[in-house]
């Protein structure tokens, strides 16, 4: 008897996650026919070196014996009181430990904050390009993603006019990702008061993700937005991913702060998914009190002459050799999001654009379409690689980029 095809849920339809997509799925079978790929397409550092604060680690293997239990729902205590402690520090008033979460990522906790909220038709304002889990996690949860464009003429700060344009009687939140992936923008402080004055204006929560706001190039300084208003509603996202290099230890938090006394249902929302899912793997929490609390060794890599600012110099640098390429030169974060000038590679399909500079150079991108942009004219580097196999990735898009030109 043979029985019906099993088809994905309805749910997926418009969920797209391209950072982990087909052209990824290509390079694993290039690398199994034995070819060797230079990768900018993920912010995963430990794999290039950029191990995490060795006290970290020595305090997860110490503690690893008693961490085999599940702990309460939203975390242990330790770590989530010293991240009200970071909270302090940011400026960020009135957040008690209830008010923490901490998740297996960061990750696991925008999904959960747009399934607690969602219904079908509700809106959910992300920035283009975004970090491509937003848009997902909105559509996942039954809600709208609704796009404002981020100007890139601007240094990629978000067009005001256009986020309030796209403000309906439907929209619940305003997603800011600051500093950004993928464009390593960072936003200044009288940006961040201007979406806090629209978010008061129509009701509106912000979700803040601000998981890299300790990779600041050049002096800057971050602004937590919750830090500029108590009568709103904000939900900040965090972790160790990126400020402590250690992505796969899958520790992040959740912060809920301001205007908390008409989100009661919300919260409530948000502690029952809270619970459903136990608690965040054990070990990943007891690495962020550690982590907090030490030797801040990401500041050494951003610093002029430290390894990440010398490799975004270097990335920058070449990749705005090309002719016909322009990029903004990142504040912050881990990637650049160069524009192909459309007259000189006429790229109708950035995917493909991804897939035949994998086929032909051996380096892996991620095409700008995957972020959520609206034109096939861009794609996104990762500027983790040391600065000999950087040099050799650029030439080799270089050479790519010159057959296109020529064709
Ligand atoms: N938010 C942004 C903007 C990211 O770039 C990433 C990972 O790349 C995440 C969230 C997810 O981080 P986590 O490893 O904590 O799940």
Not at 125 to 151: F, I, K, N, R
Not at 336 to 341: G, K
């Amino acid at each position: 008897m043979s029985h019906p095809v099993i088809h994905k849920s309805a749910k997926l339809a418009n969920v797209c996650y391209d950072i982990r997509g087909p052209v990824l799925e290509k390079a694993r079978q290039m690398e199994e026919d034995g070819h060797k790929i230079i990768k900018l397409n993920i912010g995963n550092l430990a794999v290039f070196g950029l191990e995490p604060p060795d006290e970290i680690v020595q305090d997860m293997i110490r503690n690893l014996p008693q961490a085999a239990g599940y702990t309460d729902s939203k975390g242990l205590f330790a770590p989530r009181k010293a991240i009200v402690h970071y909270t302090q520090q940011k400026g960020i008033a009135g957040v008690t430990v209830d008010d923490v979460y901490l998740g297996n990522g960061a990750s696991e906790l925008i999904t959960m904050s747009m399934n607690a909220l969602l219904n079908a038709g509700d809106e959910i304002l992300v920035p283009a390009p975004d970090y491509p889990l937003w848009t997902a996690s909105v559509s996942l949860s039954g809600g709208t993603p609704v796009h404002y464009l981020c100007d890139e003429s601007n240094g990629w700060i978000p067009d005001l006019d256009d986020m309030a344009r796209k403000i309906t009687p439907r929209t619940k939140g305003i997603v800011v990702i600051n500093p950004n992936n993928p464009t390593g923008a960072l936003y200044p402080v009288e940006v961040l008061q201007a979406i806090v004055a629209l978010a008061r204006k129509h009701g509106l929560i912000i979700f803040a993700d601000e998981i890299y706001d300790k990779v600041l190039y050049d002096g800057h300084v971050h602004t937590s937005i919750a830090s500029l208003a108590d009568d709103i509603l904000f939900v900040t996202f965090n972790g160790l991913s990126k400020n402590y290099r250690s992505c796969g230890y899958r520790a992040g938090w959740m912060i809920v702060s301001g205007d908390k006394r008409r989100a009661q249902d919300y919260i409530e929302g948000l502690n029952m998914l809270a619970s459903m899912r136990l608690c965040a793997n054990t070990p990943g929490q007891l690495a962020i009190q550690t982590a907090l609390g030490g030797y801040q060794s990401i500041n050494d890599l951003v610093a002029p002459g430290g390894r990440l600012c010398r490799q975004r110099d270097l990335a920058h640098r070449l990749l705005t050799e090309i002719p016909g390429v322009t990029c903004v030169k990142p504040k912050a974060a881990l990637y650049m999001f160069p524009r192909l000038d459309p007259k000189v590679y006429p790229i109708e399909d950035d995917q493909q654009f991804a897939y035949d500079l994998l086929a032909e150079e051996k380096v892996l991108i991620v095409q700008g379409t995957g972020f959520n942009y609206p034109t096939p004219d861009h794609f996104r580097l990762v500027f983790l690689p040391h600065e000999d196999d950087l040099t050799e990735a650029i030439g080799r898009i270089a050479r790519f980029l010159g057959h296109l030109r020529r064709r």
